[in-house]
């Protein structure tokens, strides 16, 4: 059962331009919802996260917007770099729950000049 | 710190053989996790221990997969036979308990890509 559903699957974006990656989410009991960011080779690294109390989080260039009634979120990338091409991850957890973390599917960015 | 260490970065196998997967976790970290990687179905989690216990194994594929944990400073992955399927890139990630008001970040490791011949 796919829990957290993610798209697009690749994005390519112009350099400056604005990416925009979607979630959406089933289980009602997820209070945490970090973003991870993936470059060839490495593993995943938290990038931002954000719990359902706010609708809007930012840090630097990136934003997550949520929306609680629709169970969805994104990532907004503002001023897109060709140092942001790597493959973006949301997922989704349950506070008290073992910090497990269910990821969406991946979208692979590039960013071109 | 040198981050989660995972052995080895490549393996290459046939089919039917033995393979074993290595991950030192942060020292201090007492959540450990085995994510694997593919393109068709993304970051899919196997099986997490906490103290070394494990908690939830219901990713795990089937039984040709075990995973242990001795101590805190070591896990392995075991996948006995393999199989052609189970190519992927597997990823260890460790994390320290979340606070009440924070769930603990999770720490992945560079991974080990297996291929089954």
């Known amino acids: 059962q796919q829990q957290v559903k993610q798209s697009p699957q690749s994005l390519i974006v112009q350099k400056g331009g604005i990416s925009i990656i979607n979630c959406a989410y089933e289980?009602?009991?997820?209070?945490?919802f970090p973003w991870y960011q993936q470059f060839p080779g490495k593993g995943p690294a938290l990038l931002i996260a954000i719990r359902p109390d706010v609708s809007e989080k930012k840090e630097g260039r990136f934003t997550i917007s949520f929306n609680k009634s629709a169970k969805q979120f994104s990532l907004h990338i503002m001023d897109s770099q060709p140092g942001d091409s790597a493959t973006y991850f949301c997922a989704a957890s349950i506070t008290g729950g073992g910090n497990k973390l269910t990821f969406g599917t991946g979208t692979q960015l590039k960013v071109e000049l | 710190d040198a981050g989660v260490i995972q052995s080895p970065r490549h393996e290459v196998t046939e089919m039917g053989q033995e393979v074993t997967l290595r991950c030192k976790p942060i020292s201090g970290h007492d959540y450990l996790f085995w994510y694997r990687q593919t393109m068709m179905r993304g970051l899919e989690l196997l099986i997490y221990f906490n103290n070394n216990v494990p908690i939830d194994d219901s990713g795990m594929p089937e039984d040709r997969f075990s995973a242990k944990m001795p101590n805190a400073s070591f896990s392995t992955l075991k996948i006995q036979p393999s199989e052609p399927r189970d190519s992927a890139v597997y990823f260890c990630a460790s994390s320290r308990a979340g606070l009440a008001e924070n769930t603990g970040e999770l720490f992945f490791g560079e991974g080990s890509r297996l291929t089954v011949l």
């Open positions: 289980n009602t009991a997820f209070d945490y």
